[in-house]
T-cell receptor, first 112, second 115 residues
């Protein structure tokens, strides 16, 4: 079945460091891919998405490119801030159905 | 309302008790999802509504779990005869459309602890 595997955390970075959180997926069709973020005490929020191969999603300095050849959707940011501290979830949606599949989440802490 | 609202925020139940968790989606949102999130895990799909119709309940773990959305807006997730393994955060999400490309709006969840 469809699934998402993402890099385990926790990840701790200094402010202005480069961030990569790896995400790979398994899907039978052509899914859409998402990154959701959960700030402390809040609900999950959509960070960015890509709906087809080679699309790049971007938001708030974060980017991820839908790579069909490597079945990946890695999240990157060139310079993280303390306010980026949160849990990040990679997810895919099954076009043929109505389910979203989430990874286990990666906790990021950015220290000043 | 401004966002998806869930109540109660925390629920403690004794094993064997019945619980009811409420979700108020964003007004006008057609699709409504329930997810279960165990500690340290990602959300796991439970069930999906399109308006008042429950189109997918394949993720409900047992027949003790029941969800409804009778008027196509507010939804209730009911768990009968709660067990310790039911302890988790229950998330509700809604979206304006009916395709899986749509952005999901999540509530803050109900944290259920079964003692």
């Amino acid at each position: 079945g469809d699934s998402v595997t993402q890099m385990e955390g926790p990840v701790t970075l200094s402010e202005e460091a480069f961030l990569t959180i790896n995400c790979t997926y398994t899907a039978t069709g052509y899914p859409s891919l998402f990154w959701y973020v959960q700030y402390p005490g809040e609900g999950l929020q959509l960070l960015l998405k890509a709906t087809k191969a080679d699309d790049k999603g971007s938001n708030k300095g974060f980017e991820a490119t839908y790579r069909k050849e490597t079945t990946s959707f890695h999240l990157e940011k060139g310079s993280v801030q303390v306010s980026d501290s949160a849990v990040y979830f990679c997810a895919l949606s099954d076009r043929g159905g109505n389910q979203f599949y989430f990874g286990t989440g990666t906790s990021l802490t950015v220290i000043p | 309302g401004a966002g998806v609202s869930q109540s109660p925020r925390y629920k403690v139940a004794k094993r064997g008790q019945d619980v009811a968790l409420r979700c108020d989606p964003i007004s006008g949102h057609v699709s409504l999802f329930w997810y279960q999130q165990a500690l340290g895990q990602g959300p796991e799909f439970l069930t999906y509504f399109q308006n008042e119709a429950q189109l997918d309940k394949s993720g409900l773990p047992s027949d003790r779990f029941f969800a409804e959305r009778p008027e196509g807006s507010v939804s209730t997730l009911k768990i009968q005869r709660t067990q310790q393994e039911d302890s988790a955060v229950y998330l509700c999400a809604s979206s304006s459309g009916t395709t899986t490309n749509e952005k999901l709006f999540f509530g803050s969840g109900t944290q259920l602890s079964v003692l």
